[in-house]
Structures are given as structure tokens and as C-alpha cells.
């Protein structure tokens, strides 16, 4: 069965400094992974994603991750946090491979603090 | 580009009461889900269409829950009777197709009291 772990209900950083949201997924086969950010009142906004290729991912608004398989983690950076990166993350795994629905399992949510 | 369209944004019932959402996906987007996202959870699939075809709705509770795709554009999904544990907000999403590489954009969700 598929599953994503964020071991971090808050993670607090001040501005400025570097910031990381973890992420641990379980997925027969290869996996695809995303990051999502959800704002008050607001849907889901895409981040990033890693499909195949290079491990290092850049995404949106400055955000990066990293994928290990060896660790099977894909840990959510940003070199320098803006108070407006204060939000929800969310990150998710899809499993490949023919006759694969498709379907998303998200992780619980991790709430990112920046302070002034 | 318009984004994923819901409504309404708020919904306040009484259990055993009926409720519908309406979305309308990106134009364009095959592929279109609903999710139920509880308070300090992550969201979970209830329903995915290819089309207006179901593709999964293994977590649907269908003795209550049901979900519409008529022509494969609108969709709407309606809770009868409704009760107090589907107190959530519903996310509705579309994506280019069912493909593992497409992102799913997401609409602003409906978020659903039960009382």
C-alpha cells in the first residue's frame, strides 16, 4: 500500500534563514512525487513535482526538493523563508506503471511558520 | 487560464439533510476528482472520472455519497443524508488526463458543516 509521512505537524523558521519539510513516502514500484501549498480558505496550489531524471527539483516561488530513494524521502527547501511562505504543505505520492489509476495519497499536512 | 471553478464556497445543514457541489474543471482537462479533506488531514480521493467515466471510487461511501459526470465537463457530487463525520471541506481538482506526470490543479473547495 502507498503511504507519505511528514513527521513534523509545525515547523517554525525565521525569516531569512533556511527552511525544510519532510517528507517519507512508501510505494511499490517507482515512484512520482508532488508538494502542494495550501493557503487559508484556498485550494491546493502545485509546487513541484519529480517524475524521473534529476533529484533535485526546482519548483515554484523559490521552493526545491530533493528526492532519495535510498531514504525514501523527498524533503521540501528553500534557501532563505519570506513570512509569505507561511502556509499548509502538502506532500503526495502517485505510484507509475500501467493500469495505475492515477490516484494521489497525501501526507497530513505540515504548517510552516516564518516569523518576522 | 480560468482555474478549477466550485460552489458553493460554504455550506451549513442539519444531519440527515441532502447536499450537492457543483465544479467545473479547467477547459480542456479530461480527468477530474473529488476530494474530502477533514480538519488536520490530508485530502483523500472519494471519486475520479476519466471523462464521464469513473476511473476509482473505491473510497466513495456509496450509500450515501454519489457523484455525476453527465457530459464530461460539470461535475457534482451529492451527500444524502448527510451526517455529522462528513463535516469537511470538499476539493474538486482536474488534470490533463490520467497520466502519472500531470499535476492536478485544484478549485478553492466547499467547505461543509454538519450540525
Known amino acids: 500500500a502507498q503511504s507519505v509521512a511528514q513527521p513534523e505537524d509545525q515547523v517554525n523558521v525565521a525569516e531569512g534563514n533556511p527552511l525544510t519539510v519532510k517528507c517519507t513516502y512508501s510505494?511499490?514500484?517507482?515512484?512520482?512525487l508532488f508538494w502542494y501549498v495550501q493557503y487559508p480558505n484556498r485550494g491546493l496550489q502545485f509546487l513541484l513535482k519529480?517524475?524521473?531524471?534529476?533529484?533535485l527539483v526546482k519548483g515554484s516561488y523559490g521552493f526545491e526538493a530533493e528526492f532519495n530513494k535510498s531514504q525514501t524521502s523527498f524533503h521540501l527547501k528553500k534557501p532563505s523563508a519570506l513570512v509569505s511562505d507561511s502556509a499548509l504543505y502538502f506532500c503526495?505520492?502517485?505510484?507509475?506503471?500501467?493500469?495505475?489509476?492515477?490516484?494521489?495519497?497525501f501526507g497530513q499536512g505540515t504548517t510552516l511558520q516564518v516569523k518576522p | 487560464e480560468a482555474g478549477v471553478a466550485q460552489s458553493p464556497r460554504y455550506k451549513i445543514i442539519e444531519k440527515r439533510q441532502s447536499v450537492a457541489f457543483w465544479c467545473n474543471p479547467i477547459?480542456?482537462?479530461?480527468?477530474l476528482y473529488w476530494y474530502q479533506q477533514i480538519l488536520g488531514q490530508g485530502p483523500k480521493l472519494l471519486i475520479q472520472?476519466?471523462?464521464?467515466?469513473?476511473?476509482?471510487d473505491s473510497q466513495l461511501p456509496k450509500d450515501r455519497f454519489s457523484a455525476e459526470r453527465l457530459k464530461g465537463v460539470d461535475s457534482t457530487l451529492k451527500i444524502q443524508p448527510a451526517k455529522l463525520e462528513d463535516s469537511a471541506v470538499y476539493l474538486c481538482?482536474?488534470?490533463?488526463?490520467?497520466?502519472?506526470?500531470?499535476?492536478?490543479?485544484f478549485g478553492p473547495g466547499t467547505r461543509l458543516t454538519v450540525t
Open positions: 519529480y517524475i524521473t531524471g534529476d533529484n
Open positions: 510505494v511499490s514500484g517507482n515512484p512520482y
Open positions: 472520472f476519466q471523462n464521464n467515466g469513473v476511473v476509482d
Open positions: 477547459s480542456g482537462h479530461a480527468t
Open positions: 481538482a482536474s488534470s490533463k488526463k490520467t497520466g502519472d506526470s500531470y499535476e492536478q490543479y
Open positions: 503526495a505520492v502517485r505510484r507509475d506503471g500501467s493500469g495505475n489509476t492515477g490516484k494521489l495519497i
